[in-house]
């Protein structure tokens, strides 16, 4: 199956859940990465604005704030690549390219990207290396290309597959945590 097929088919399957059975992988996924080393060792974290079928980040953010960490999420340019700027509020967001909510300049701080610990990447199907299809802009492989320190991704079993078509610019995540993964 090409990259499209695979990304229709996830995305079919992770709209299909019910509610209750999405919140319950969430709050799975979650526990797991709260928990991790990656997560407690960070004091910046790098976290997309969750849309759609997408697992929710807003929890994460709101878990990070509580925690004293800082939070920052990109903001798309029109040349596929990404910047990320520290939020304290959800208000410091606005609609950006495709009307996913992005930081607004003019409210937030930039970040360097070696200054950002953990980042979690999102993605719609996985291979056990860490290879990813994602949402098809390429802006995480971009921005991963020099990337220094820890990145993660949340996914469901289903979204974890044996083998994944790959070109030569797909970059893995260094960790995929799963419902079901014992890390």
Same mark, same amino acid.
């Given at each position: 199956?090409?990259?499209?097929?695979?990304?229709?088919?996830?995305?079919?399957?992770?709209?299909? =859940?019910?509610?209750?059975?999405?919140?319950?992988?969430?709050?799975?996924?979650?526990?797991?990465?709260?928990?991790?080393? /990656?997560?407690?060792?960070?004091? @910046?974290?790098?976290?997309?604005?969750?849309?759609? &079928?997408?697992?929710?980040?807003?929890?994460?953010?709101?878990?990070?704030?509580?925690?004293?960490?800082?939070? &920052?999420?990109?903001? &798309? /340019?029109?040349?596929?690549?990404?910047?990320?700027?520290?939020?304290?509020?959800?208000?410091?967001?606005?609609?950006? /390219?495709?009307?996913?909510?992005?930081?607004?300049?003019?409210? @937030?701080?930039?970040?360097?990207?070696?200054?950002?610990?953990?980042?979690?990447?999102?993605?719609?199907?996985?291979?056990?290396?860490?290879?990813?299809?994602?949402?098809?802009?390429?802006?995480?492989?971009?921005?991963?290309?020099?990337?220094?320190?820890?990145?993660?991704? /949340?996914?469901?079993?289903?979204?974890?597959?044996?083998? =994944?078509?790959?070109?030569?610019?797909? =970059?893995?995540?260094?960790?995929?945590?799963?419902?079901?993964?014992?890390?």
């Amino acid at each position: 199956m090409n990259k499209t097929e695979l990304r229709k088919r996830t995305i079919a399957k992770l709209k299909s =859940l019910s509610k209750d059975k999405k919140l319950e992988i969430e709050q799975q996924l979650r526990n797991k990465l709260l928990d991790s080393d /990656l997560w407690k060792k960070a004091k @910046t974290i790098g976290i997309t604005i969750s849309q759609g &079928c997408e697992w929710d980040t807003k929890p994460i953010i709101e878990k990070a704030w509580d925690e004293g960490k800082a939070v &920052c999420v990109p903001k &798309c /340019l029109p040349n596929r690549e990404m910047v990320f700027y520290r939020i304290h509020h959800f208000h410091q967001l606005e609609k950006g /390219l495709y009307d996913i909510p992005e930081p607004s300049p003019g409210k @937030t701080i930039k970040v360097k990207k070696y200054d950002i610990d953990l980042l979690i990447v999102p993605g719609v199907v996985f291979d056990p290396n860490g290879y990813r299809i994602g949402f098809g802009g390429g802006y995480y492989d971009r921005f991963l290309v020099d990337f220094p320190n820890e990145s993660i991704s /949340l996914a469901s079993h289903f979204q974890v597959i044996q083998r =994944l078509p790959i070109d030569s610019h797909d =970059l893995p995540v260094k960790y995929i945590v799963t419902e079901t993964n014992k890390e």
